[in-house]
C-alpha cells in the first residue's frame, strides 16, 4: 500500500521527523509552505491567535491530490495547543481524499494540548478515516524515537 506523508514544519522538527519516518517507512513526502513568512516573534504574536481561531494559511502546493495513496499522514507543529494556520489549509487542499485512510500528527516543545485530536475531527470532516493519531517531543524527535514510531504507526495504518 501507498503512503504519503504531508506535512508544514516552521522550526524544522516537524520536517526531521517526517522525512525521518519516510524513510523508515518508505512513505512518499510533500512538504507544503506557508506563504507567510513568521519570524519566531510572529508566531507568537500572529501565527498563535490565527491557530486558536481555526484560520487556514495561503500555502504552497495549494492543491495536493491524494487519489494515488492509501494512506494519508497530516503533519504540524503545536501552536497555541492547536494545528497551525498551514495544517488548516493542508487538510483544505487535499484532493481525492474522500474514504483514505489517514494518520494525524504533531511536534511540540511542550504539551499538544488538543492538536492531533482537533486535525483529526478535520481530516474526518473531508471524509478520511483516521486510524491512528501521534505526538512527538522535541527530545523524541531529536533521539530518533518519534520517527521510529511514526514508522511503525503508519506502515500499519497502510498494511504494509
Known amino acids: 500500500m501507498r503512503a504519503c506523508i504531508v506535512y508544514y514544519s516552521a522550526t524544522g522538527n516537524t520536517r526531521a521527523l517526517a522525512e525521518a519516518a519516510a524513510g523508515l517507512s518508505g512513505a512518499d513526502i510533500v512538504e507544503v509552505k506557508d506563504e507567510e513568512d513568521y519570524s519566531k516573534v510572529m508566531m507568537y504574536l500572529k501565527g498563535a491567535p490565527r491557530a486558536r481561531r481555526g484560520e487556514a494559511a495561503r500555502i504552497e502546493p495549494a492543491a495536493i491530490d491524494v487519489g494515488g495513496y492509501d494512506l494519508i499522514a497530516v503533519g504540524t507543529p503545536v501552536w497555541a495547543f492547536r494545528p497551525t494556520p498551514a495544517a488548516n489549509a493542508i487538510v ?8 483514505k485512510r489517514a494518520v494525524a500528527f504533531a511536534t511540540s516543545g511542550g504539551a499538544p494540548g488538543d492538536t492531533v485530536g482537533v486535525l483529526k475531527a478535520r481530516m474526518e470532516e473531508r471524509g478520511m478515516k483516521v486510524v491512528g493519531t501521534f505526538h512527538a517531543s522535541d527530545k523524541e524527535v531529536k533521539s530518533g524515537e518519534g520517527a521510529d514510531a511514526l514508522a511503525r504507526l503508519i506502515s500499519s495504518a497502510s498494511g504494509a
Not at 483544505?92 to 474514504?99: F, I, P, R, S, V
Open 92 to 99: 483544505a487542499a487535499l484532493q481525492n481524499c474522500a474514504g
